[in-house]
């Protein structure tokens, strides 16, 4: 049975989402370089349709999740950056330099906005089980990826642990990266030397619920082509 699902200016068959000619259609993706006044959407547009993308995938019988990605990364190549909210941030664990948060929306997705000074380093954290996508705003910030390799201890618990990098990216404006609950689920920040403002689309698993720590790492060595890191969960900051 396909059930259609209606976005602000987008109207989407689910059974359509795995056919990638009638998704790339669907969601009218503007050609880089092209785009114009008409293809960008507006931040309440942008969580609207972000709310509609995650009823989709999490009551619609679980998409692909990098199917679900996708959508939110094309939406977020459309977004107005301009449109979005700049509220007065909260200082997030005390980091020096700062690193301030704070939620701009509330819906199906939870969107929070992140800005990072001047070479402030956010460290690498877990989001089992959830889903993330990082769009970058203003300035620049590297985010690196890992993923855990082996058994690990629940979050936040004693115990040592094995990761490995999976993903390196420079954001910029407008560029963004993402993780899943099956891959690249432990990330982290650093901030160029002009800072960086962001934001980060949550998705949770509810029903799946587990716990997140911040990670303390070393450096590993390089085993074939993957380099491991050994890592232990040290908790959640005070904020
Ligand atoms: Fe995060």
């Known amino acids: 049975m396909t059930e259609p699902n209606s976005l602000p200016g987008i109207h989407v068959e689910r059974r359509a989402l795995l056919q990638l000619?009638?998704?790339?259609?669907?969601?009218?993706?503007?050609r880089p370089g092209a785009r114009t006044d008409e293809s960008a959407v507006a931040f309440d547009a942008y969580t609207e349709s972000a709310d509609s993308?995650?009823?989709a995938h999490l009551e619609g019988g679980?998409?692909?999740p990098d199917v679900y990605l996708h959508h939110l990364a094309a939406l977020g190549s459309r977004l107005d950056v301009g449109s979005v909210p700049r509220p007065e941030l909260g200082d997030f664990g005390g980091y020096e330099p700062a690193i301030g948060i704070r939620p701009v929306a509330r819906?199906?997705?939870?969107?929070?906005?992140w800005r990072l000074e001047p070479g402030a380093f956010f460290p690498p954290h877990n989001?089992?089980?959830g889903y993330v996508y990082s769009l970058c705003l203003e300035g620049a910030c590297w985010v690196r990826h890992f993923e855990i390799d082996g058994e690990a201890p629940a979050p936040g618990t004693e115990g040592k642990f094995q990761m490995r990098k999976t993903q390196a990216r420079l954001l910029r404006p407008g560029i963004g990266t993402s993780l899943t609950p099956e891959r690249d689920n432990i990330h982290t920040f650093k901030a160029g030397p002009e800072g960086a403002l962001g934001i980060d689309i949550n998705t949770s698993l509810p029903s799946e619920g587990e716990d997140w720590s911040m990670i303390e790492y070393e450096e590993g060595k390089r085993e074939g082509f993957d380099k491991r890191y050994e890592a232990r969960w040290?908790?959640?900051?005070g904020r």
């Open 21 to 30: 000619p009638a998704l790339g259609a669907a969601l009218a993706l503007p």
């Open 53 to 55: 993308l995650a009823a």
């Open 62 to 64: 679980r998409i692909d």
């Open 107 to 113: 819906g199906k997705v939870f969107v929070i906005m």
């Open 127 to 129: 989001h089992t089980p």
């Open 234 to 237: 040290i908790g959640k900051p």
